[in-house]
């Protein structure tokens, strides 16, 4: 079974500065995907950016990138230089590569407020 | 690229009633997802499909049907509504393997009254 835990309240971050957004993980598959994506308030799931469960390097999408600690089951999202437009719901998910571990689990999000 | 395509975007049912919701993606994906979504929470798998003529059950089956009989369509049946099928429902689909993102239809926001 695949578990995600997102556990922050609603995060407030300041126009132009960096946000960390928590997500740890629990899988019994040895090889599996971890995935963000972006809701905002329009509702449209927006896919962000992916880590492998074997890659050596941390992912990195413009201004995303996924700080990956493996021994620790953690894959926080960055987002660097908050813009107002970032504000929205954030999900961490992971899939795995075989079988019913093939689809894709949420978490239940974190709310992001990007101040002015 | 029309990606994934749900139709309808809104629905109000009356409770026991039926309806069905449309997915069509043209991506030649052969895995597809039926989510749902309640006011803030995560998405819930209710059915996938890991090919035509192939459905399994997810996490919250219950109250719905699906079919598969090509690899661009996955319609969600919703046989007698309920109060509790009041959601935001994704479809989804995906190239197979733990590497390739899910790529989500805009939703369709169903209410049972």
């Known amino acids: 079974a695949q578990k995600i835990t997102q556990t922050q309240p609603g995060m407030f971050v300041q126009e132009k500065e960096a946000v960390t957004l928590d997500c740890t993980y629990d899988?019994?598959?040895?090889?599996?995907?971890l995935f963000w994506y972006k809701q905002p308030s329009s509702g449209e799931m927006i896919f962000l950016i992916y880590?492998?469960?074997?890659?050596?390097q941390n992912a990195t999408e413009g201004r995303y990138s996924l700080n990956f600690q493996k021994a620790r089951k953690s894959a926080n999202l960055v987002i660097s230089a908050s813009q107002l437009g970032d504000s929205a719901m954030y999900f961490c998910a992971m899939r795995g590569r075989i079988g019913a571990n093939s689809k894709l689990t949420f978490g239940k999000g974190i709310t992001l407020s990007v101040r002015p | 690229n029309a990606g994934v395509t749900q139709t309808p975007k809104f629905r109000i049912l009356k409770i026991g009633q039926s309806m069905t919701l449309q997915c069509a993606q043209d991506m030649n994906h052969n895995y597809m997802y039926w989510y749902r979504q309640d006011p803030g929470m995560g998405l819930k798998l209710i059915y996938y499909?890991?090919?035509?003529?192939?459905?399994d059950k997810g996490e919250v089956p219950n109250g719905y049907n699906v079919s598969r009989s090509t690899t661009e369509d996955f319609p969600l049946r919703l046989e007698l509504a309920a109060p509790s099928q009041t959601s935001v429902y994704f479809c989804?689909?995906?190239?197979?393997?733990?590497?390739?993102?899910?790529?989500f239809g805009n939703g369709t926001r169903l209410t049972v009254t």
């Open positions: 880590q492998g469960s074997y890659d050596q």
């Open positions: 989804a689909s995906s190239l197979p393997g733990g590497n390739s993102p899910l790529h």
């Open positions: 899988t019994s598959d040895p090889s599996y995907g």
């Open positions: 499909s890991v090919g035509a003529g192939i459905t």
